[in-house]
Each structure stands twice: as C-alpha cells, then as structure tokens.
C-alpha cells in the first residue's frame, strides 16, 4: 500500500525564519563538466560562484535514470516504483507537505510535477507559458528575481523548484 505521509505544524522558534530554498534540478549535467566539483572545469565559473552562496550535494544521486520516475521520488524522498497518479501521489509528496507544515510559499516551473501538486497548494508558476522542453536556466533565475522582487513584503519562506532543459541532451541533440 502507498503510505500517508504526515507532517505536523512547523516547530519554528517564534520568531525565527525559516530559509528559503531553491533546488535546481539540472538533467543531463555531467558532474565532470561543473567546476564545483571538477576544479578542472573552467567554464563554469558562474556554477561555481551560485554555489558557493548555498550548498552543493556532492553525493547526490537518483534511483531512476528517467524523469518520470525520478522528479516524482525527488518530491516523494524514497523511491517511487511505478509512475503515480495524481491522488496516490498526494499521499506521499514530502516536500509539498512540508511546504505547508513550515509555512513556505511555492514557485515551480517543474511541468512533470506540477499537475500531481494538491490544488489547495497555492503555487507561483515561473514562466508558465514556456513549454517545458524550453525552459532555461537564465530565464529561470530572473523570473525568480522577478517574483521576489514583486512579493517582497510576503515575509514567508520560498521554496523554489526548477528543472531547466535548456542543456538537457534532448535539446543538445536537437540543437538547441
């Protein structure tokens, strides 16, 4: 059976903030090619320099090599065994439950995803009419200026989820 996955009310200290968070989701990025974690890489420099203002996993990895399976066990933190339908997915989406225990406000551009999210869950879509396949990592980062330029005086915590494709191999090998 699928397992319910609950989370109680945010133990933040009163008065204490929690941080935002942004995980950027980047298929298709060979480890070798970001100078975070290959010195010898130098043409990542701006990589490198993002990184360094937050925390880069160095022993990251996913259970599944395809999208369908691995963005849907990102959001589930364990392993999803079989593509999940919106309702069973409800049931154990971790990050989106936390999001609401903590207090967080949302911005995705994550099409796989986004479709399985509760609809109680209030989510800011950045860029939302760029097709997934030409999302881009740029574009990402100045509509999420942009949103948080426009919501500054909302003193809630963000989490941000992004998956550009613009250096995905599907459009590597399409020319893009």
Not at 58 to 82: C, D, K, Q, Y
Not at 123 to 135: C, F, K, L, R
Not at 143 to 163: H, I
Request: with cysteine; charged share 20%; hydrophobic share 45%.
């Amino acid at each position: 059976t699928i397992p319910n996955v609950e989370y109680p009310a945010s133990t933040a200290p009163p008065g204490g903030r929690r941080p935002d968070i942004f995980l950027f989701v980047i298929d298709s990025l060979r480890r070798d090619y970001v100078s975070v974690f290959n010195p010898a890489a130098t043409f990542t420099p701006n990589i490198e320099r993002f990184a360094a203002d937050g925390f880069a996993f160095r022993n990251a990895f996913t259970r599944h090599g395809g999208t369908e399976l691995a963005m849907p066990s990102i959001w589930a933190g364990a392993a999803v065994v079989r593509r999940i339908a919106a309702p069973a997915f409800t049931r154990i989406n971790a990050i989106e439950k936390l999001v609401h225990a903590d207090g967080y406000r949302m911005a995705i551009n994550e099409h796989t995803i986004a479709d399985y999210l509760s609809a109680a869950t209030p989510v800011t879509s950045i860029d939302p009419d760029v097709p997934n396949v030409d999302t881009d990592f740029c574009a990402n980062l100045t509509g999420v200026e942009k949103y948080l330029d426009a919501s500054a005086s909302d003193a809630r915590p963000v989490f941000g989820m992004f998956r550009p494709m613009n250096i995905h191999i599907l459009n590597t090998m399409r020319g893009g």
